[in-house]
């Protein structure tokens, strides 16, 4: 029994191997339709040549009335032959660019210059392309051949922007075959970057004795070499004394004192503390003051 995590990740990439196949399939039909529509285009222009030599020119007339070039998506129009060819070539251009999307290269030119097909977005925008794409064909009247791999690239991408709303920005993670080692190498704690922007710094795991943003690293490096070095001629790298009492003598044969905090006790009432500008011999007799009882000359006691 596979984990939850493996089957989404198998179905994923089913998607994916499919949404391959069905931008192969509008790939090749769109350049068989364009080598149609400049057959057809030729077999017109011959066509109107010839019309104009012959005296019987019904055909040529009804031929230049069509809106469209028969036999073709060539609307018949000024410049319409170069809008159509054009037309392909964008189609074809756009699948070559999410064919490299859904294989994954290059992630690095999607991310800098088209990030809607990088790794920070989802699926959702690759199946509006792909449903753009199917649409454009299937509005025109094409063959059998381009009309099922329109068809089929239009559920597919349906089926992405599904996807896309489920899985949200994760999508291509989930399917990605090196996802775990990435996973791997972010580690348990949450990592920070000592800068920002176009020169950001790398990622590094916070709480672990790094310097903070705001101290320099070549202060912070001097400081950690003489410590090191203080630590290795005394000794003190090669056996640790921990925080017990022979710990404590070595810090206090380096002069490293821990001094012993005030008492917290308020400054009236008995057991006051002592204000630190007083000296020893004052503050003893103000304390032996409060604790002696008053003694008269009449009696040995106060009443």
């Not at 990030?115 to 009247?141: D, E, Y």
């Not at 009882?293 to 106060?302: K, L, N, R, V």
Request: hydrophobic share 45%; with cysteine.
């Amino acid at each position: 029994m596979l984990p939850p995590r493996a089957y989404i990740f198998l179905g994923l990439n089913a998607i994916r191997a499919l949404s391959i196949v069905a931008l192969l399939l509008v790939f090749s039909s769109n350049i068989l339709i364009m080598v149609e529509d400049i057959k057809a285009v030729n077999r017109f222009m011959s066509a109107t040549r010839s019309g104009s030599v012959n005296t019987n020119s019904t055909i040529t007339d009804f031929m230049l009335d069509c809106d469209y070039i028969e036999g073709s998506t060539v609307p018949n129009q000024p410049a319409g032959a170069f809008w159509a060819v054009l037309n392909r070539l964008l189609i074809i251009f756009q699948v070559v660019m999410l064919m490299l999307s859904e294989f994954g290269w290059p992630y690095k030119f999607f991310d800098r210059y088209f990030p809607v097909l990088g790794t920070n977005f989802g699926l959702g925008a690759l199946g509006l392309f792909q449903c753009l794409i199917g649409a454009a064909v299937l509005s025109h009247h094409v063959d059998d051949f381009a009309l099922v791999s329109a068809f089929f690239l239009f559920a597919l991408g349906c089926l992405n922007i599904l996807i896309g709303l489920i899985f949200r920005e994760k999508g291509k993670d989930k399917r990605s075959i090196t996802g775990w080692r990435n996973e791997k190498k972010k580690g348990l704690l949450p990592t920070v970057q000592n800068k920002l922007g176009e020169h950001a710094g790398p990622l590094r795991p916070i709480f672990t004795g790094q310097p903070p943003s705001f101290v320099s690293n070549s202060r912070f490096s001097n400081e950690k070499a003489s410590v090191l070095s203080d630590e290795k001629s005394s000794g003190f790298s090669e056996k640790g004394f921990g925080w017990g009492r022979q710990g404590e003598k070595l810090a206090a044969g380096k002069g490293l004192l821990i001094s012993k905090p005030l008492e917290a006790l308020p400054p009236y009432g008995p057991g006051a503390r002592v204000p630190p500008s007083f000296s020893p011999r004052r503050g003893a007799d103000a304390e032996l003051q409060q604790t002696q009882e008053p003694t008269f000359q009449s009696g040995g006691q106060a009443i």
